[in-house]
């Protein structure tokens, strides 16, 4: 699914899933720290409850953060980027995510 055009230092590349997917797997990260990853939550269109949770899910992060495996987040990120594929906000997370200086993720090593 392809978004619109980024440019950053003239380079330019298109939005995609797949691509964004790669980035964040890229360099150890695991998801973004817990206040930038409720930010990017909160980017994503049409979050609405559903009985006792969210659609999306939460992010894993409060008490979460520190009780839930690198893996489980990993694949909660993953779930963010697919749902904002899926509701066509995938060029302005990829724009977020992509602007998170390295010390704004959370990393293997860090658990």
Not at 11 to 23: A, C, D, I, P
Not at 31 to 36: A, D, I, K, R, S
Not at 76 to 87: F, K, M, S
Not at 94 to 107: P, S
Request: hydrophobic share 45%; with cysteine.
């Amino acid at each position: 699914m392809a978004g619109f055009q980024l440019s950053i230092s003239g380079r330019f590349w298109v939005s995609t899933e797949g691509g964004l997917l790669e980035y964040v797997g890229s360099n150890g990260r695991v998801c973004p720290q817990p206040q930038n990853w409720n930010e990017l939550w909160e980017l994503l269109p049409n979050r609405r409850r559903v009985g006792s949770g969210w659609e999306p899910p939460l992010p894993l992060i409060l008490a979460a953060w520190w009780t839930t495996p690198a893996l489980s987040k990993m694949l909660r990120l993953q779930e963010h980027i697919r749902y904002a594929a899926e509701h066509g906000a995938i060029a302005q997370v990829d724009a977020f995510l992509r602007g998170l200086a390295e010390e704004e993720w959370a990393h293997l090593g860090d658990f």
